[in-house]
């Protein structure tokens, strides 16, 4: 059985492309920049009004270029699904300045001497045209990707509305590898839904069987579950430190028995600690991570003890200003590879 995996993160995207017939340590592995990247330089190339079409995708930096595009006196025009990528409220990005463009109006005359951008967290087939360059037989039987996705609800901020869903999730003790969405994936988590949208009905390969779609953060604490130091620990602290989020979960018999979520720029080695030594015994509150302008927090139950911190992620070397034991996660013989290797493990957990 063959598996494409792709996590795309804040800066990169990481690609796997594994043969359940061999060991994990050859297949083969791509690290490119997030598309979101990619498209920013694009952006900046280009001296003339733009037109974006496609897909929701990861806004990242996108939001800000676009801006300083229009203050150089280009016009920008977004359709409006696409435009999603820079608020689900499309009366927030038209109050930008950005041209919010409805179907009725997609073929206008207006926009045919506009420059014209796709937006899309994934291609597939272009990924599929740059293997077959190596000579590959690039052919899978399952896809799971990761992308990160707040949520949206119009009554509720961001990281107020994606913390209340992680705890809906989250009201028993659960495997990590079931914050995976095989199928069903609610309207609300609109990136995620894009991305699945576009691999069932606008790629040229054919998606055989159902796409798996999980949160870049939950991929990553799924698969530092898989390290080798972790499967020899039954009562432990995983961790993802990003560009933008650090996401910890409190792991016992297998199962996430509490988690946190918070702005990395707002953490210090020693408020770290503190958090992660609450989350453990089980004394942490929602309310001291919001009001320290965090995402949130949610326990279900106290673990027996912190045996080690697995930790993962860009800016990882936070763990270094703190008095915790960790380990760096390596899954699969590589670290850039634990969101990939924990969509597989989530994909194993839906298909077996």
Same mark, same amino acid.
């Given at each position: 059985m063959k598996i494409l995996a792709i996590d795309v993160g804040t800066g990169t995207q990481d690609?796997?492309?594994?043969n359940t017939e061999k060991e994990v340590e050859n297949s083969i592995k791509v690290v490119l920049p997030s598309p979101h990247i990619l498209i920013a330089q694009k952006i900046k190339n280009i001296n003339d009004d733009?037109?974006?079409?496609?897909?929701?995708? !990861?806004?990242? $930096?996108l939001k800000n270029v676009i801006l300083k595009h229009m203050d150089k006196g280009y016009n920008v025009a977004m359709e409006s699904y696409c435009a999603k990528t820079i608020r689900d409220d499309l009366k927030q990005v038209e109050s930008y300045g950005i041209e919010v463009v409805y179907d009725e109006d997609k073929n206008s005359k207006k926009y045919k001497d506009y420059t014209r951008i796709s937006?899309?967290?994934i291609d597939i087939d272009k990924l599929a !045209?740059?293997? $077959?360059?190596?000579?590959?037989?690039?052919?899978?039987?399952y896809i799971a990707v990761a992308v990160q996705d707040h949520g949206y609800n119009e009554n509720m901020g961001d990281r107020d509305f994606r913390?209340?869903?992680?705890?809906?999730k989250l009201e028993n003790p659960l495997k990590p590898e079931e914050f995976g969405w095989y199928g069903n994936i609610p309207e609300y988590y609109s990136r995620m839904k894009s991305v699945e949208n576009k691999l069932k009905n606008e790629t040229k390969w054919q998606i055989r069987n159902t796409p798996l779609i999980m949160d870049t953060k939950f991929a990553s604490i799924c698969g530092m579950c898989y390290d080798e130091e972790a499967l020899k620990l039954n009562s432990y602290i995983v961790m993802d430190i990003g560009n933008g989020h650090t996401t910890v979960a409190s792991i016992e018999n297998g199962k996430i028995q509490g988690v946190f979520e918070h702005h990395t720029s707002s953490l210090t080695g020693e408020s770290l600690e503190r958090y992660v030594k609450k989350l453990a015994n089980g004394t942490l509150t929602n309310e001291e991570i919001y009001n320290d302008h965090g995402h949130g927090a949610h326990v279900i139950n106290p673990i027996s003890n912190i045996e080690k911190v697995i930790v993962s992620g860009p800016k990882r070397g936070l763990i270094e200003k703190t008095g915790l034991d960790y380990h760096h996660a390596c899954p699969g013989g590589d670290v850039m590879m634990t969101g990939t290797i924990g969509l597989i493990k989530s994909l194993?957990?839906?298909i077996n």
């Open positions: 690609i796997i492309y594994y733009i037109y974006f079409e496609g897909n929701i995708m !990861g806004g990242g $930096k937006l899309n967290d !045209g740059f293997l $077959k360059e190596y000579d590959l037989d690039f052919d899978f039987d913390f209340e869903k992680i705890r809906e194993k957990h839906y």
